[in-house]
């Protein structure tokens, strides 16, 4: 049992909902569709009295023949059979095309809402949770809510035909239909039985669904690693491990949930052997007519089916619950950045400080115990350091991509937790360690910042990056496609269609984390000529890695173990002898004779997290 559940725990945001607080949700998301889901209904009770009319009309007429007997009776009696199939079969046709239209709307709707809460959380909500099981709440559990949604209609109709057929019932032998209806707290009382564990054992086949979405897109994400270590069986014996323990599950899941169906069949034989007996001795006496006690054996499996498919929708019902469930938690999750007003943001002028501020990824990793500086308007400040000191999360700070516990951090005077957090991260302009592009052109991604830019703009900015030569080196120019996630282009080539990217929004804020791969000296002096086009009278953020942009910088801060211990210009630094001098000497000095050192790291954190990334 360890076995089957190890790695199955819930996550963090997961939270259970009651079934009447599920169930009034999810008719907020069918109460724009009164209109339609009371010409379903209607249907429905067409659909349903038709079907109860053909069992009675058979019932009337075996006890007519039986005194009659005539062929034009049997005439009467096949076409009024196949009218009300005609007419069954456009109400149900009639009822599946709403109900259609009604629970693909809902779905699109519960998408949407759970793909715009997914987009809308911080970065540290990716920290924790793997995006494949993000991706798994997003499509699977929305589509297997629609299913349940398809069976709720039927189920309804089963349940209208089964009101129909007892009123009529009760009109011929009240005693027949009491014992009929006495099996309904049976077969109810069965089915409720299995609640509590049919919404655990699907729970938990969600959690391995997820969990092999994230194995899968993980693999395929690292896919090039693996290969480089040659790793292929390692990620296939994870996979392997995995695969086995959504067997196990379903196997359980399988086994716990149709455990109901001979339960059911048992005593479903048990009524109808009841009803032989009393509808036979009844039929015996005269109380009831041989038409009559057949329509009473009709009713046993019109009612029993109904109970038997109430029995099967319920552990599917708690299927769609918990998928619901899922899809509401995710809606729910709490974030972290949380804006304390949304105030309008005008043209910044880049001045940002930070006031004695404190920040940790949790509990036992503290970035910054107390941190204070001050970052003029237009100036360029580089951050140095050694890996884990700070250096990335102050940029992401201010991109206000997590949040401080303590202090303050002010840009323009205006505390950032009080901003229109749209309008704030217009004027931001960040290119991550390894810039990320989207599938299509080098100008769609160019254009991505600011989708209304032209393409005479978009050709503008893309000159302005080393003076436009670098587009030559593209096989289409702007128009040549960069593959996923960019990896038709080079690392020099991706960082220059970002800088290109950052020109075009051109904000007041350029926040850059320089990438770690290494460039031709030619592609260094373009991505070079380009961070100064970029620069050039903004605010600037420079976590740096290049000796040329230490160099130029405004101002040099040094950071250890989140604390400022040195700050000047490079030569005022390098004068005073002390870390950035060791830095210097041990890191930045081998660039000019093209040598990195193993030690000299530049990953603001060694893990391969949203953060890591610049997301």
């Known amino acids: 049992m360890g076995f089957v559940l190890d790695g199955l725990d819930t996550e963090t945001y997961d939270r259970h909902y009651s079934d009447r607080e599920l169930l009034r949700r999810i008719a907020g998301y069918f109460a724009p569709h009164r209109r339609e889901m009371i010409t379903v209904g209607v249907m429905l009770m067409l ?78 909500f990716y920290d924790e949770h793997p995006s494949g099981k993000i991706v798994s709440r997003v499509t699977s559990d929305t589509q297997d809510f629609s299913e349940v949604a398809n069976l709720t209609m039927n189920l309804i109709s089963q349940v209208l035909l089964v009101l129909l057929l007892s009123v009529w019932l009760l009109n011929i032998n009240v005693w027949l239909t009491l014992a009929l209806l006495a099996m309904t707290p049976v077969a109810v009382t069965i089915a409720l039985s299995f609640r509590r564990v049919a919404r655990t054992v699907t729970q938990r086949a969600r959690r391995v669904t997820a969990k092999i979405n994230a194995q899968i897109q993980e693999s395929i994400s690292g896919i090039v690693v693996a290969k480089s270590f040659r790793q292929e069986h390692a990620i296939y014996a994870d996979f392997a491990a995995t695969n086995r323990q959504s067997y196990q599950v379903g196997l359980r899941r399988g086994l716990t949930l149709n455990t109901i169906f001979p339960i059911m069949g048992f005593s479903s034989g048990l009524g109808v052997a009841l009803l032989i007996y009393a509808g036979g001795m009844a039929n015996r006496s005269g109380a009831v007519s041989p038409g009559n006690w057949y329509l009473f054996m009709q009713a046993v499996g019109f009612y029993w089916w109904p109970l038997i498919n109430i029995a099967s929708f319920w ?161 289409d120019g702007l128009d040549t496609d960069v593959g996923e996630r960019g990896a038709d282009l080079s690392m020099g080539q991706r960082q220059l269609v970002a800088l290109a990217r950052v020109l075009l929004k051109d904000p007041a804020i350029f926040i850059l984390d320089e990438a770690t791969a290494s460039v031709d000296p030619f592609t260094e002096a373009q991505i070079q000529e380009g961070l100064e086009a970029v620069m050039r009278d903004r605010t600037a953020i420079v976590i740096a890695h290049r000796l040329s942009t230490v160099k130029n910088a405004d101002r040099i801060v040094v950071i250890k173990e989140g604390r400022i211990i040195e700050e000047g210009t490079h030569e005022a630094l390098m004068a005073q002898g002390g870390h950035y001098a060791e830095l210097y000497n041990t890191y930045f000095r081998h660039q000019e004779i093209g040598y990195r050192p193993p030690s000299a790291t530049i990953e603001e954190r060694p893990t391969l997290s949203a953060r890591d990334q610049g997301a």
């Open 47 to 124: 659909n349903s009295a038709a079907g109860s009319g053909g069992p009675i009309l058979i019932s009337r007429a075996i006890d007519v023949l039986l005194e009659r007997p005539s062929v034009g009776a049997m005439l009467l009696l096949s076409a009024g059979v196949l009218l009300l199939g005609i007419f069954g079969w456009g109400t149900n046709y009639v009822r599946q095309l709403f109900s259609a239209r009604v629970v693909g709307d809902v779905v699109l709707k519960l998408r949407k809402d759970v793909f715009d809460a997914t987009v809308r959380h911080d970065l540290s």
């Open 315 to 475: 552990s599917q019902f708690q299927d769609g619950l918990s998928a619901a469930e899922r899809a509401f938690a995710l809606i729910d999750a709490e974030p972290r950045v949380v804006q304390v007003a949304a105030e309008p943001v005008e043209r910044l002028t880049g001045h940002i400080l930070f006031r004695h501020l404190a920040f940790a990824y949790n509990a036992d990793e503290v970035v910054l115990p107390d941190f204070s500086l001050e970052i003029q308007p237009r100036e360029t400040v580089a951050f140095v350091g050694h890996t884990g000191a700070g250096k990335s999360s102050l940029a992401r700070l201010i991109a206000r991509f997590y949040e401080f516990q303590d202090g303050e951090l002010l840009v323009d005077g205006q505390d950032v937790r009080r901003l229109d957090l749209q309008q704030y991260r217009r004027q931001i302009g960040l290119v991550p360690q390894e810039p990320l592009l989207f599938s299509g052109s080098t100008r769609d991604n160019i254009r991505y910042g600011r989708p209304e830019a032209t393409d005479e703009q978009v050709q503008e900015a893309a000159m302005h990056i080393g003076q436009g030569d670098w587009l030559a080196s593209l096989a």
